[in-house]
């Protein structure tokens, strides 16, 4: 028997009309530009049009078995192109409706017509959301039949796009992000400066396709001339993306431009308006001129992205970006910033990124500032109904449970996480911080290199190069460094590199930065070179071993007894070593390897430590036996 001839079909919904055949989509007879996940997502929900596909099903359709890839993240920002393409509203649709827990239905009336005339289809197909499904029930899963129709059709576009790519812009590009300029929009929205950078640094991290520099290293750029090529060049960034904004009529008006510093000249630019009393709507609007402008522009194929919550109350978004505009400075400024946020959380409880704010400046206040128990209880409270806002989210109080010395807690909650979310980067980064504060060092560099090959460019994961200092891989150390390498956090792993193989140049090069953004540790470095006398020296190292932040992070006691033993200060390296154990940072075999130790591994009191460091990790692996056997 011959096989059934299948008609290829346009279907029709609302002003639009798609082929799945040809790869294109109309709205009222203007193409409308789709990425390739989404509209094979589209083509999916439409051949089965008043059913529910589960997100397993579009799980196995955009990603077969054996792809590694962040899911839920890529799956929730796939759908939200497309809505954004549709102009559907999830909270309102009209096209797609989530159906919790399950998957998603398309719930307009659809209508069916053969492209061209063959024996097997009828002149034309009207039909329902209700009727539809019952009619597909008879084929043999026609939306795997759509997703072979439509992929080799995409796998030669994006051949062709590879083929066609300019050789001269690197593979990964390197992005500054600036404060935006406010041209005349009054006093009033000064606070857009800020939020503008900062929320676009986030959704080009989101991407997962280019590295961001810290909008944070940027900020400082708000006041200063805008020479874009030595900005770029201060920065490392192959790119700068700045803009302003300005009041058209009634609204507000953003005008972006990406400068590429190799040329010297603007490679992108766009602009957007959007109503001051609607300023919700400006997240969507960056995700589609990102993915649709500005990474094309350079030559990028958008890496899937995760999808970033939307607030539901206008104000409480607000205050969530006045808050990116403060400072966050420990006392008085960060206070500013957490009223804003305590307000903001308090008018929409489901809105993470507030969440997630709130509790980094809590963190501030606690480890930096004055604060004490009180503001270490918020962060893991805020932490907690971040979580409730955000159940797929990857929130946690792994690292302040690593700091504190609860390696038990910190195993226990990255593994629950890990086992949750085994394709997300921040989960393997979190079973890695916590294992360095373990001792092994080896099971944290695996991870950390899990992390790196899940996202390469986010800027939070240099705390990696930790491990890979404390096992000697400089090499592999530097590579996470480089990701963030002129902040202050950079310049102490700077430091640390640098001591350990005798870099004498670029030990004192990183000291003034680490210094300013303040690490004692960095203090004392000059002084270990004999650039002050003795009385300096010692008063130095005293009052590096007093610091009270240190007190709060047994890795930073660590680092400081270490730097106090390169600098013959033995008596309060030991000292300051054994609070480090005592705070259950097991340093070993850390302590066994650093040469930094070197001065005083000879003394007996360093025995008793090193078996102190063999016992804090020895209690550590057998509380996860324990755990991992029960689950």
Known sequence: MAAPVIAKRIYKFGLFEIDPDGAKLWRQGAPVKLQDQPFRILCVLLERAGEVVTREQLRTLLWPEGT???????????????????????????????????????????????????????????VDSARFGHLNKSRLTPWLWIAFAVAPICAAFLSWQHAHQKHEVPVQPVIAV???????????????????????????????????????????????????????????ATHVLTGSFRRDKDDLQVNMELFYVARNETVWRDHFTVSPQELIKMEAQFATRITGGLLPAINVVAAPAAELPSSRNERAFVLYLRSLGVSHDPGEPNKVGINDLEESVALDSQYAPAWDELGWRYYIEYAYGNGGPGERDKVYEVHRLQREADPNGTANSITLRAEEGDLNGAYEEAAALLKRRPDSSIAHFEMGYMLRYAGLLDEAERECDTTIKIDPGWYVFRSCAQPFILDGKYVEARKYVHLDENSGFGALLRIEIAL??????????????????????????????????ATELGK?????????????????????????????????????????????????????????????????????????????????LAHRKLVDSQR
């Open 68 to 126: 590694f890839v962040e899911f839920d993240g890529s799956l929730n920002a796939a759908l939200r192109r497309l809505r954004y393409a549709l102009d559907d509203d999830a909270d309102n649709p009209i096209f797609i409706e989530t159906v919790p827990r399950r998957g998603y239905r398309f719930i307009a009336p659809v209508q069916i017509e053969p492209s061209e005339p063959t024996e097997s289809s009828r002149p034309q197909d009207i």
């Open 178 to 236: 600036l404060p935006f300029q406010n041209d005349g929009a009054g006093a009033d929205f000064d606070y857009l400066q800020y939020a503008i950078g900062k929320e676009l640094a986030t959704e080009l991290t989101q991407t997962r396709s280019v590295i961001v520099r810290p909008f944070a290293t940027t900020s400082k750029f708000v006041s200063q001339p805008r020479d874009l090529g030595s900005i770029g060049k201060e920065a490392t």
């Open 500 to 533: 350990r193989t005798g870099d004498k140049q670029d030990t004192l090069a990183a000291t003034s930065l680490a210094v300013e953004n303040g690490f004692p540790l960095a203090k004392l470095v000059p002084y270990c070179f004999d650039h002050g006398s």
């Open 540 to 620: 130095a190292a005293a009052e590096l071993e007093t610091d009270p932040r240190s007190d709060r992070d047994s890795e930073l006691l660590y680092q400081n007894a270490a730097t106090l033993s390169f600098c013959g200060q033995a008596d309060a390296a030991l000292r300051v070593l054994r609070k480090a154990i005592a705070g259950n940072y097991c340093s070993y075999p850390a302590m066994d390897k650093d040469p930094l130790f070197s001065s005083i591994r000879w003394r007996p009191e360093f025995g008793d430590l090193r078996r102190a460091g063999m016992a804090c990790q020895q209690d550590f």
